[in-house]
């Protein structure tokens, strides 16, 4: 009996449009169906509540993942003034209310104790492991703890819309592992009138942005035709960012071996990383170092 094939070979990055109401990892293994393909990931959880980009890796792209996860990303989410949730969104139940609302001028006031290099307490419905646990399946079962505050780096947080008195739109543009529900609960505190996240759409991650995505109807509309496949970006697509070097045949054929490769040409400096590309195609990321770079991952592209 013939072995059966466990998937395609292929390679790339799909943005998806992540619409409301479905996990991350049912995203990644809807895309993952289509393509037919042997692996995929994803750079960055989006709850289930949450839209907007989430970009998924398939093939050697997946080494790229790291990358993208470290990347800058912006949300635009909307708070709702005078509750305050146990999960610190509108799926949670409202434990505490308020009567105040601020105004425009006391949350543009507030807002910039929540720009820069600051401290964030995760929600408590959140995937941080405590002794090994999720915290949320701690938090089902009304078990009481703290979490540790961890650092982020916000870039921007700005008030972009009032609609009413009981409502206020952000958008934040932060580092890795931020919290937008944390950033509401933080917020509606430091106000003094409670506050909890009611809609979040993630604008852009890294290098991928809403232009460029997808939406799950359309995945199911095309999957497994080559249409699909046209709409897959290229794995070096994660690091339009991240220096690059050339290399030749044999500097390839040692990268592709685990060992350093001389390298041609050069847009970076001694001890960065950077992503070595042959014949147009990637082939390592690594450290550059006096005319080699020095890999840390080796891609297996066809071709």
Same mark, same amino acid.
């Given at each position: 009996?013939?072995?059966?094939?466990?998937?395609?070979?292929?390679?790339?990055?799909?943005?998806?449009?992540?619409? *409301?109401? +479905?996990?991350?990892? #049912?995203?990644?293994?809807?895309?993952?169906?289509?393509?037919? *393909?042997?692996?995929?990931?994803?750079?960055?959880?989006?709850?289930?509540?949450?839209?907007?980009?989430?970009?998924?890796?398939? /093939? &050697?792209?997946?080494?790229?993942?790291?990358?993208?996860? $470290? #990347?800058?990303?912006?949300?635009?989410?909307?708070?709702?003034?005078?509750?305050?949730?146990?999960? =610190? =969104?509108?799926?949670?139940?409202?434990?505490?209310?308020? @009567?105040?609302?601020?105004?425009?001028?006391?949350?543009?006031?507030?807002?910039?104790?929540?720009?820069?290099?600051?401290?964030?307490?995760?929600?408590?419905?959140?995937?941080?492991? +405590?002794?090994? &646990?999720?915290?949320?399946?701690?938090?089902?079962?009304?078990?009481?703890? &703290?979490?540790?505050?961890?650092?982020?780096?916000?870039?921007?947080? @700005?008030?972009?819309?009032?609609?009413?008195?009981?409502?206020?739109?952000?958008?934040?543009? %932060?580092?890795?592992?931020?919290?937008?529900?944390?950033?509401?609960?933080?917020? /509606?505190?430091?106000? @003094?009138?409670?506050?909890?996240?009611?809609?979040?759409?993630?604008?852009?991650?890294?290098?991928?942005?809403? &232009?460029?995505?997808?939406?799950?109807?359309?995945?199911? #509309?095309?999957?497994?035709?080559?249409?699909? =496949?046209?709409?897959?970006?290229?794995? $070096?697509?994660?690091?339009?960012?991240?220096?690059?070097?050339?290399?030749?045949?044999?500097?390839?054929?040692?990268?592709?071996?685990?060992?350093?490769?001389?390298?041609?040409?050069?847009?970076?400096?001694?001890?960065?990383? %950077?992503?070595?590309?042959?014949?147009?195609?990637?082939?390592?990321?690594?450290?550059?170092?006096? /005319?080699?770079?020095?890999?840390?991952?080796?891609?297996?592209?066809?071709?």
């Amino acid at each position: 009996m013939a072995r059966r094939s466990k998937g395609r070979d292929i390679s790339g990055w799909l943005v998806v449009d992540k619409p *409301a109401g +479905i996990t991350s990892t #049912a995203v990644v293994n809807k895309v993952r169906w289509a393509f037919e *393909a042997k692996k995929a990931g994803h750079a960055g959880t989006l709850d289930p509540a949450a839209t907007g980009v989430l970009a998924v890796a398939l /093939g &050697e792209a997946t080494k790229t993942v790291a990358f993208v996860t $470290e #990347a800058m990303k912006a949300y635009r989410f909307t708070l709702r003034f005078g509750q305050a949730t146990n999960t =610190d =969104d509108a799926e949670g139940e409202v434990i505490a209310t308020s @009567d105040l609302r601020p105004s425009d001028a006391e949350i543009v006031e507030a807002l910039k104790d929540f720009s820069g290099e600051i401290m964030q307490v995760p929600p408590q419905f959140s995937a941080v492991r +405590i002794d090994g &646990e999720r915290a949320y399946a701690r938090a089902r079962e009304g078990e009481e703890f &703290e979490l540790a505050a961890r650092p982020l780096y916000v870039e921007e947080l @700005d008030l972009v819309a009032r609609p009413d008195a009981d409502h206020a739109v952000l958008q934040m543009v %932060c580092g890795k592992g931020g919290y937008v529900r944390s950033i509401a609960r933080d917020l /509606g505190q430091s106000l @003094d009138c409670l506050a909890h996240v009611i809609e979040l759409r993630r604008l852009w991650s890294g290098p991928f942005g809403a &232009e460029d995505a997808i939406t799950v109807d359309e995945i199911e #509309a095309l999957a497994r035709t080559p249409a699909l =496949d046209e709409r897959l970006l290229p794995l $070096e697509a994660a690091l339009e960012d991240m220096p690059k070097v050339t290399v030749n045949e044999v500097g390839a054929v040692r990268l592709k071996n685990g060992n350093p490769g001389q390298v041609v040409t050069a847009d970076c400096d001694f001890g960065d990383t %950077c992503w070595a590309s042959f014949r147009g195609k990637p082939i390592a990321i690594g450290t550059y170092r006096a /005319g080699e770079i020095h890999p840390s991952r080796v891609f297996n592209l066809n071709g």
